[in-house]
């Protein structure tokens, strides 16, 4: 069965740095989302991304954050400026189709540590 | 925006109890409600969802009851097993493309 994935699956940085997240959605879906968990909390939206534009944002992706699809699989998402709120599990997901976007899969997440 | 309320967030049960964890919501519009289990470390899993023009969806021992009128939905786990330990999480989802979580449930199957 496909599924979404992500790499790397832990990266430590110190505040300041950037910091790119990658992500290869299943193949045939067309809508591509990153989330985020931070430690022992619900998962937060931050993006949704759909015909190689951002359809919807959060309060919480600011001008330090941004999402790319550089080529036909990854889907990345670049923070600038890492600050040590920034620590968080981020994940990946994509939906449909044949589903519809609401069944969102999701990678395994990247543990992004900051310093 | 939307707000997802979730209870209880911890729950026990014995093996082969059943059981139920219960979600609200704010938003009229929203018209999709996945369930995610997720296993310490892992990802989310979609385990099972219900869109708002049905009442109630089975799939083998999980089922998922909605009630628009009271904006609420539920996830019935029957005949629990210790595998069905995990943190369970709801999600509603309106007009975009947004998921919405609560805070999860993190549910423990006594042997």
């Known amino acids: 069965e496909p599924e979404v994935t992500q790499t790397p699956s832990h990266q430590v940085t110190q505040m300041g740095q950037e910091v790119i997240l990658r992500c290869v959605p299943i193949?045939?879906?067309?809508?591509f989302y990153w989330y985020r968990q931070i430690l022992g909390q619900k998962v937060e939206f931050l993006v949704s991304f759909y015909n190689n534009e951002i359809s919807e944002k959060s309060e919480i992706f600011d001008d330090q954050f941004s999402v790319e699809r550089p080529d036909g699989s990854n889907f990345t998402l670049k923070i600038r400026s890492t600050k040590l709120e920034d620590s968080a599990m981020y994940f990946c997901?994509?939906?449909?189709?044949?589903?519809?976007?609401?069944?969102?899969?999701f990678g395994p997440g990247t543990r992004l540590t900051v310093t | 925006g939307e707000n997802v309320e979730q209870h209880p967030s911890t729950l026990s049960v014995q093996e082969g109890d059943s059981a139920v964890i219960k979600c609200t919501y704010s938003d009229s519009a929203s018209n999709y409600f996945p369930w995610y289990k997720q296993e310490l470390g892992k990802r989310p899993q979609l385990i099972i969802d219900?869109?708002?023009?049905?009442g109630e969806k089975k799939d083998q021992r999980i089922a998922v009851t909605l009630n628009k009128t009271a904006k609420h939905f539920s996830l019935h786990i029957t005949e629990t097993q210790p595998e069905d330990s995990a943190v369970y999480f709801c999600?509603?989802?309106?007009?975009?493309?947004?998921?919405?979580f609560g805070k999860g449930t993190k549910l423990s199957v006594i042997p």
């Open positions: 193949s045939n879906h067309l809508y």
């Open positions: 997901a994509s939906s449909g189709p044949p589903a519809g976007p609401g069944e969102q899969y």
């Open positions: 219900i869109r708002s023009n049905v």
């Open positions: 999600a509603a989802m309106a007009g975009s493309y947004q998921l919405t």
